[in-house]
């Protein structure tokens, strides 16, 4: 059983930052592909960004390009979201996701096989 936890999600105000990590445990294996999305209630999920290793990034959405940036630590089974310059318009729950075999799928955030239970990140104008 693979399981997922993100942390790092709060309120904020415009212009701040936030860094969402997302630890996934529970099977021993070495290399995740991992990634990141969000969602409103009654709206559809947007993509962020997947990664496969330290500089491996396979999708990055251009809505947050040049304000959010990916990361992973795989020692630690680990990836990182840091999100700088936040705008109302970010508000949203934030979704890790994580896949235990690599593939084309591993570029498409909504294809990885688990999920975390997501973190809440508000942004107020």
């Known amino acids: 059983q693979v399981q997922l936890m993100e942390s790092g999600g709060a309120s904020v105000q415009a212009g701040g930052s936030l860094r969402l990590s997302c630890v996934v445990s529970?099977?021993?294996?070495?290399?995740?592909?991992m990634g990141w999305f969000r969602q409103n209630p009654g709206k559809e999920p947007e993509g962020l960004a997947t990664i496969d290793r330290p500089g491996g990034i396979l999708y990055f959405t251009d809505s947050v390009k040049g304000r959010f940036t990916i990361s992973q630590d795989k020692p630690k089974n680990t990836v990182y979201l840091q999100m700088n310059n936040l705008k109302p318009e970010d508000t949203a729950m934030y979704y890790c996701a994580a896949d235990t075999k690599y593939g084309d799928h591993c570029a498409r955030p909504f294809s990885l096989t688990y999920r975390g239970q997501g973190t809440q990140v508000t942004v107020s104008s």
């Open positions: 529970g099977k021993a294996y070495s290399s995740y592909c």
